[in-house]
């Protein structure tokens, strides 16, 4: 084997590998996009008392710092269909709202940016479930 031979092999093997993992990398573009979490009401009640929501919300229509949160999806909030910062309530919304949090007419609520995509579908799962 000559020295011309090792390196076309070599480079060869390199394309070979470079191909790959080019495809590899177009293979997982899709999933590396936040990927739309399917919520789960049951993780969700855990989730909105460990994150600290039920300290300032509760599940009733009852207002302690922030709004009762009971019918929220429903049209049942003090903004009708939508979020205090006007937004119309969506899960894309909701979720939006609560990482970024903001101030409306009843007083100013935190964003939480330590949730993972699925606890805020669980939160959002959750709150649809309170009527
Ligand atoms: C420090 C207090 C505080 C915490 C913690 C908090 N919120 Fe809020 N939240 C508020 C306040 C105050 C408002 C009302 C803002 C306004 O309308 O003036 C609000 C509004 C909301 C709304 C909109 C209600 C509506 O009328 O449209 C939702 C939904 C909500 N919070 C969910 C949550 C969730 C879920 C969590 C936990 C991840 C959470 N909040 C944590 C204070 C808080």
């Known amino acids: 084997m000559?020295?011309?031979?090792?390196?076309s092999l070599a480079l060869s093997a390199l394309i070979g590998i470079?191909?790959?993992?080019?495809?590899g990398a177009q293979a997982t573009t899709p999933?590396?996009?936040p990927a739309s979490a399917v919520g789960d009401a049951a993780r969700?009640?855990?989730?909105?008392?460990?994150?600290?929501?039920?300290?300032?919300?509760?599940?009733?229509s009852d207002q302690l710092?922030?709004?009762?949160?009971?019918?929220?999806v429903n049209g049942k909030g003090p903004y009708g269909d939508k979020l205090p910062n006007g937004?119309?309530?969506?899960?894309?919304?909701?979720?939006?709202?609560?990482?970024?949090?903001?101030?409306?007419?009843?007083g100013q609520m935190p964003g939480n940016?330590?949730?993972?995509?699925?606890?805020?579908?669980?939160i959002v799962a959750y709150l649809k479930t309170l009527e």
């Open 2 to 7: 000559t020295t011309r031979t090792l390196v």
């Open 18 to 23: 470079l191909a790959l993992a080019a495809c």
């Open 31 to 33: 999933a590396a996009a």
């Open 44 to 60: 969700g009640e855990t989730v909105f008392t460990s994150a600290g929501c039920a300290g300032c919300h509760s599940v009733g």
């Open 65 to 72: 710092v922030g709004p009762g949160l009971a019918g929220i």
């Open 87 to 106: 937004e119309l309530i969506t899960d894309a919304s909701l979720i939006e709202w609560i990482k970024v949090g903001g101030v409306g007419k009843i």
């Open 113 to 122: 940016n330590t949730l993972t995509d699925q606890e805020l579908a669980d």
